[in-house]
Nanobody, 121 residues
Framework: QVQLVESGGGLVQPGGSLRLSCAASGSIVSVNVMGWDRQAPGKQRELVATITSGGGTNYAESVKGRFTISRDNARNTVLLQMNSLKPEDTAVFYC???????????????WGQGTQVTVSS
């Protein structure tokens, strides 16, 4: 019903930058919070950043000051600018959006398929 497609992942050296994008499409009536989480090898999935429809942001402590989340409401797109990347940032990054496909339906979280980010020399 709702599709989220991530892009922008890849291999980058420590200290480098990467920009992730995620576009939501489908029969979307409303989009609330959007965000990113990640899962590193052998570790639990964790929240990276969220952004509300009004622009309020929330970041994991480990990425604060290095990552910036933003969104384009007109295109139902959420972005994650990642600077000063560290090897411990290596993970599969997933985007999500809390959406409604109808005013008669409840909100639910739609997830993307994930994009690999690898930080290595």
């Amino acid at each position: 019903q709702v599709q989220l497609v991530e892009s922008g992942g890849g291999l980058v050296q420590p200290g480098g930058s990467l920009r992730l994008s995620c576009a939501a499409s489908g029969s979307i009536v409303s989009v609330n919070v959007m965000g990113w989480d990640r899962q590193a090898p052998g570790k639990q999935r964790e929240l990276v950043a969220t952004i509300t429809s009004g622009g309020g942001t929330n970041y994991a402590e480990s990425v604060k000051g290095r990552f910036t989340i933003s969104r384009d409401n007109a295109r139902n797109t959420v972005l994650l600018q990642m600077n000063s990347l560290k090897p411990e940032d290596t993970a599969v990054f997933y985007c999500y959006a809390r959406v409604r496909i109808s005013t008669t339906r409840n909100w639910y979280d739609a997830w993307g398929q994930g994009t690999q980010v690898t930080v290595s020399s």
